[in-house]
């Protein structure tokens, strides 16, 4: 069965730290990893992997992906307050027409 | 940019009322979706719509239907409303292949 799973589930950290969030998959015909942020509202979109080794990286994060292992790591440097949010790892189906969902990590920055 | 627009952002209902989400992008993608939100559960897909004309279900689809009315537009139907159907419900869109979705901000529906 397909499935995606992130870890850990909640995370409290003071503003400076630095994080590192976890995503573990398991999909027929892996096509690439994608990681979104929600706040409040509508989840966003922050990075797309496809292949192992290769960091995508946009400010303060960064991720990349483990093909052989079957994870991504999502790293937050020097946290901020608005980095809050419930971060969620998603994968495409073997087929690509869905997408299936870890059930995210709950990151709260403490000023 | 409107991107995808979801309509209501809240709604309450008692159990047996009817209902319909209504989702429409802006995007030209052909693939849209319908998620539920949970706390604990993450997002739980309920239908998706590959291209305009075909929709099939996901992992949670009973107590709903969908239409998909044209490429633009994803409706999302709740015959017979039920408190186990309280959450926050997602409409999202994408291109073709693996693109990125993107989201609408959600309605929250509350069945009492």
């Known amino acids: 069965e397909d499935k995606v799973v992130q870890s850990p589930l909640s995370l409290v950290v003071h503003e400076g730290d630095t994080v590192t969030l976890n995503c573990s998959y398991e999909v027929t015909n892996f096509r690439s990893l994608l990681w979104y942020k929600q706040e409040k509202k509508a989840p966003t979109f922050l990075f797309m992997l496809t292949s192992s080794g290769i960091e995508k990286k946009s400010g303060r994060l960064s991720s990349i992906l483990d093909k052989k292992e079957l994870f991504s790591i999502l790293n937050i440097t020097a946290t901020q307050t608005g980095d809050s949010a419930v971060y969620l790892c998603?994968?495409?189906?073997?087929?690509?027409?869905?997408?299936?969902f870890g059930t995210g990590t709950s990151l709260t920055v403490i000023p | 940019n409107a991107g995808v627009t979801q309509t209501p952002k809240f709604q309450v209902l008692k159990t047996g009322q009817s209902m319909t989400l209504q989702c429409a992008q802006d995007m030209n993608h052909n693939s849209m979706y319908w998620y539920r939100q949970d706390p604990g559960m993450g997002l739980r897909l309920i239908y998706y719509?590959?291209?305009?004309?075909?929709?099939d279900k996901g992992e949670v689809p009973n107590g709903y239907n969908v239409s998909r009315l044209n490429k633009r537009e994803f409706s999302l139907r709740l015959e017979s409303a039920a408190p186990s159907q309280t959450s926050v419900y997602f409409c999202?869109?994408?291109?073709?292949?693996?693109?990125?979705?993107?989201f609408g901000d959600g309605t929250r529906l509350s069945i009492l």
């Open positions: 998603a994968v495409p189906s073997n087929t690509g027409n869905q997408f299936y």
């Open positions: 999202a869109s994408s291109g073709r292949g693996n693109q990125p979705q993107h």
């Open positions: 719509s590959a291209s305009e004309g075909t929709t």
